[in-house]
């Protein structure tokens, strides 16, 4: 069975400061898909990034990165230097291959990020 | 802009009337697309998975009679809540796969329904 875990619920930071979001998967998979959703109070999901199990390389994208352990099953997210734009709930979820089954997606429980000016 | 447009966003309903939510993939053609729900403060859900020209297929859980699943183009899918009840008020959210080996996926704006 496929599950994703986000064991926080609930962070508030200062801006600037770096956080950290936990996501933790199973799958009996080998190829699969990680996502990255941010949803903000009006509610759409918008599409942050997407991570095939097959490439582990960390990705950064302006304030953005993301580490992929396939040791540890993570798929952690970092919000480098907090801006309150920044405050969302954020989803890990998780996909099966093949794409035609990709939209199938496995969410976590969100972490809602609180950053406070 | 967006590549998936989903109406009403919001709808405000009698309990027992039926409502139906539109999904339409603006700029591509979309063989799968997928419903979701999600209450306040928790994830989503899935719901079904919606095929073109097929039936859907309903997670475990999901009354198919309650919640209507049509895809009949490959650019609109719709769901229709019917007999609707308090205890179906939520925020549901499609999604559309594109068809051409694209694995980016994209979500609708959400619709809130509120049934009183």
């Known amino acids: 069975a496929q599950k994703v875990t986000q064991a926080q619920t609930e962070i508030s930071v200062v801006e600037k400061e770096d956080v950290t979001l936990d996501c933790v998967y199973e799958?009996?998979?080998?190829?699969?898909?990680l996502f990255w959703y941010k949803q903000p109070p009006s509610g759409e999901l918008v599409f942050l990034i997407r991570r095939n199990s097959f490439d582990e390389q960390n990705e950064i994208s302006g304030r953005y990165s993301w580490n992929f352990q396939k040791s540890t099953s993570s798929f952690n997210f970092t919000i480098t230097a907090s801006q309150v734009v920044d405050s969302a709930v954020y989803f890990c979820?998780?996909?099966?291959?093949?794409?035609?089954?990709?939209?199938?997606?496995?969410f976590g429980q969100g972490t809602e990020l609180s950053v406070k000016p | 802009g967006a590549v998936v447009s989903q109406h009403p966003s919001r709808v405000i309903c009698k309990s027992g009337t039926s409502v139906k939510i539109e999904c339409r993939s603006l700029d591509f053609q979309a063989t799968t697309m997928f419903w979701y729900r999600q209450f306040p403060k928790q994830s989503l859900m899935l719901m079904a998975t919606?095929?073109?020209?097929?039936?859907?297929?309903?997670e475990q859980g999901v009354e198919k009679d309650k919640f209507l699943i049509n895809h009949a183009s490959l650019t609109l899918s719709t769901l229709t809540v019917t007999s609707a009840h308090p205890e179906d008020s939520s925020f549901y959210i499609c999604s559309a796969a594109s068809g051409q080996g694209n694995e980016k996926l994209f979500f609708g704006s959400g619709t809130q329904l509120s049934v009183l």
């Open positions: 979820a998780l996909s099966a291959y093949p794409y035609n089954q990709g939209g199938k997606l496995i």
């Open positions: 919606s095929n073109e020209g097929s039936k859907a297929t309903y």
């Open positions: 799958t009996r998979d080998t190829t699969y898909y």
